[in-house]
């Protein structure tokens, strides 16, 4: 009788595990032959409704599987405009429950900047890719948090840098590496808008705790294509802010001035401001100069050499960044702009507010 029930305890213990391994065999079989990731948009502002969406219905290899949105009225206006079923369809309350939906692959956080930390380990837990906008969090820390729970999870985090996918933007990174006009020597690089900021009274760009100001929002712009001209760490930092309306502008910085130092002894000077309308990238090397202006804009980037033009174009800057970083999935092969780049720059930005702060040099 005791051979007879461990025989059968056997049995069933082996049955178990042959339907897991079936299971888990099965679910990576059907990983691995996807053509096509679906990607669920969380959050349905200004980016996901104008230009994450329809740089969706022209990407090859994913596509706009699902939503999360707190609003029931936007929810059936995108189900009717992009055909999600309702299955497909997620709030805030129920996010977590998108772990058994095998129609999406990956989750794209493109929440306010104070959300990230927890939408991206929520969407790491129920087992998802991460595609996260910039800035990728509030503090260093929480990016940390961000980074840890997406490898333990075994999933990939890439943040929203969309320029570092740009091509234009990929040659003076070349520049850099193969040192093509010399050593660079200094950089200038602004980035900011003013345009329909008069109508709002209280978004959360008006708030710096919730990740707004000209630093988080538009300052990683001027601050991450200097580190990737360079291919350096900045080693000290000493930032200036200034607000020409201190009651809009009582929450958050108007405009930031920071200069940078590199290990290199290259000098980047950089301006950020929700108040007025700079977009350009300037490099001087020790051989030339090469400039790209504008540097971020939505609608082209265009750039000169001492020597030539850069006038290299894309269709679409969105639709070329959800392309790689789903070709990155496909394939497991590492991500273009991983969750570190996102870290890397905000240990900076957190020196660079302390400086404003503080009003002095601060040594990263």
């Not at 049955?15 to 990576?28: F, K, Q």
């Not at 990174?173 to 808008?193: C, D, H, M, P, W």
Request: charged share 25%; with cysteine.
């Amino acid at each position: 009788m005791l051979d007879r029930r461990k025989f059968l305890k056997k049995a069933a213990t082996g049955a178990a595990t042959i339907g897991l391994t079936s299971s888990v065999l099965t679910n990576c079989f059907s990983q691995k032959n996807k053509d096509k990731i679906g990607v669920a948009l969380v959050g349905l502002g200004y980016y996901s409704t104008d230009l994450l969406a329809p740089a969706l219905q022209l990407t090859e290899h994913c596509y706009l599987a699902g939503i999360v949105t707190g609003s029931p009225e936007k929810a059936k206006k995108w189900q009717s405009q992009h055909n999600i079923p309702d299955k497909n369809v997620y709030n805030y309350d129920n996010f977590e429950s998108i772990a058994d939906n095998d129609e999406i692959d990956v989750v794209y956080i493109v929440l306010p900047p104070f959300m990230h930390k927890e939408y991206v380990i929520k969407a790491a837990n129920a087992g998802k890719h991460v595609w996260c906008e910039k800035p990728m969090a509030m503090t260093a820390a929480e990016c940390e948090a961000m980074i840890k729970a997406c490898k333990d999870n075994k999933r990939q985090l890439t943040i929203g840098y969309r320029m570092q996918h740009e091509p234009n933007t990929q040659e003076i990174i070349r520049f850099g590496k193969e040192k093509t006009y010399g050593k660079v020597q200094l950089i200038s690089a602004a980035a900011g808008f003013s345009n329909g900021w008069e109508k709002w009274t209280d978004h959360w760009k008006l708030e710096q705790d919730k990740g707004g100001g000209a630093m988080y929002d538009m300052g990683v712009y001027c601050l991450n294509a200097a580190r990737y001209v360079t291919g350096e760490e900045p080693i000290a930092v000493f930032a200036q802010e200034f607000n020409d309306d201190p009651v809009k502008y009582q929450k958050a910085d108007m405009t930031t001035n920071f200069q940078l130092e590199f290990p290199s002894g290259a000098v980047a000077n950089c301006a950020t401001s929700l108040g007025m309308n700079v977009n350009y990238l300037n490099v001087t090397a020790a051989n030339g100069f090469y400039n790209l202006s504008p540097f971020q804009a939505y609608r082209g980037i265009k750039g000169v050499t001492s020597d030539g033009v850069l006038d290299k174009v894309i269709p679409n800057q969105q639709t070329k960044q959800m392309d790689d970083n789903a070709l990155a999935i496909l394939h497991d092969t590492e991500v273009l702009v991983p969750g570190e780049e996102g870290l890397k720059d905000i240990r900076v930005v957190e020196a660079i507010q302390k400086s404003a702060r503080e009003g002095c040099r601060i040594i990263i």
